[in-house]
């Protein structure tokens, strides 16, 4: 059975080359990404995509940390999205048998120009969807500013794929300047990505474009395992809190805020833990599950964690059909993408 790879992360090697002259030794993240050869080299990355062609893999291409807009401003953050984009048309267009598909990086510190990139991105240059950040440079995305943004992608009816981002520069206690032990990472990422989440929800964003699709990360983050706190929980907004008027937010609201959980799409890469995937499949079923790997930020930097997410997979008691959604069919309908 197929498998299409809707969230992986690749450079196209002039977007490497642009990002390593822009940013230089940009620190975190970025001391990761330079060292893993299948993120830029492309005989590396198609070592690692034949180990798995008995499974008809194939990839959804999209960019790695960080994010466009902790490199550069202006001018220069537009001209490193559309070399990015150009650099994943390309691909595609080239390998056509590997990469099925792409979603667009936008300098998201300008959201009129990434309004229109996305725009150009979407009709020129072919692309199946954005990727965007869980914040930008610290802002929320549910911030007026970056509506455009969504306004773009509901109107082309191109998906959203969320990826977190947080660095060490946010502590986990007010005493400290700086998160230890790598914890904005591990613990930090999931929050990010709920508490994102949380905004589109209660902000409405679902409301005003009730077209829009977003593919969360690393299967909704925190929150199917949280589901009882999302569900009755937030049921009693505003119970908690007495200096502003939150039960207001809910009446708002034309559903329950667990039901707009719900209509968040999410991935299956849980770097292999079949727990999560069990609790993920739980909370959004398998109409709103995509197959992919977050290959190759794994130990083997590559195959790992496409071969521990396909066993996981494989290992479920699933109906055909609900395993051909997970497997590739959710992603062919929201990217797009020729059939298998």
């Known amino acids: 059975m ?38 830029h080299d ?18 959804v291409l999209s960019l790695p940390s960080p994010p466009i807009e902790l490199m550069a401003d202006g001018a220069t953050a537009l001209e490193m999205s559309r070399i990015g984009t150009d650099g994943m048309a390309e ?16 300098p998201m510190n300008d959201p009129d120009a990434a309004a229109r990139e996305a725009e150009r991105a979407f009709t020129e240059a072919g692309a199946n969807g954005l990727q965007l950040y869980t914040n930008v440079r610290g802002k929320p995305l549910d911030l007026a500013e970056f509506l455009p943004v ?14 977190p981002i947080r660095g060490a520069e946010m502590p986990d206690y007010r005493s400290e300047d700086r998160s230890k032990y790598e914890i904005w990472w591990t613990f930090g990422w999931p929050y990010e990505t709920s508490a994102a989440m949380a905004r589109i929800v209660f902000s409405g964003v679902f409301d005003r474009l009730p077209g829009l699709e977003i593919v969360t990360h690393h299967l909704g983050a925190m929150v199917p395992y949280f589901e009882g706190r999302v569900g009755p929980g937030w049921d009693q907004l505003g119970a908690r809190t007495s200096d502003e008027d939150l039960g207001a937010v809910l009446k708002r609201l034309k559903k329950r805020p667990l039901d707009y959980f719900r209509d968040f799409y999410a991935d299956t890469a849980v770097f292999g833990s079949r727990a999560a995937t069990i609790c993920g499949l739980e909370f959004f079923g398998p109409d709103r599950v995509l197959f992919a790997s977050d290959s190759p930020f794994d130990p083997e930097k590559g195959p790992g964690y496409i071969r521990d997410t396909i066993a996981v997979l494989e290992s479920l008691d699933l109906t055909p059909e609900a395993r051909a959604k997970i497997n590739h069919r959710n992603a062919e309908r929201l990217f797009g993408l020729k059939p298998s």
């Open 150 to 163: 969504f306004e773009m992608a509901a109107k082309h009816g191109k998906p959203i794929l969320l990826h």
């Open 42 to 59: 492309l005989d590396v990355r198609f070592q690692v995509m034949d180990q798995f062609k008995k499974h008809d893999y194939v990839q």
């Open 91 to 106: 691909l595609v267009a080239r390998h056509p048998d590997r990469f099925v598909g792409y979603v667009s990086t936008l």
């Open 2 to 39: 197929r498998y299409v790879d809707a969230f992986n992360h690749f450079f196209p090697k002039r977007y490497f080359e642009k990002m390593l002259e822009v940013a230089g030794d940009h620190k975190d993240i970025g001391k990761r990404v330079r060292g893993v050869p299948c993120l």
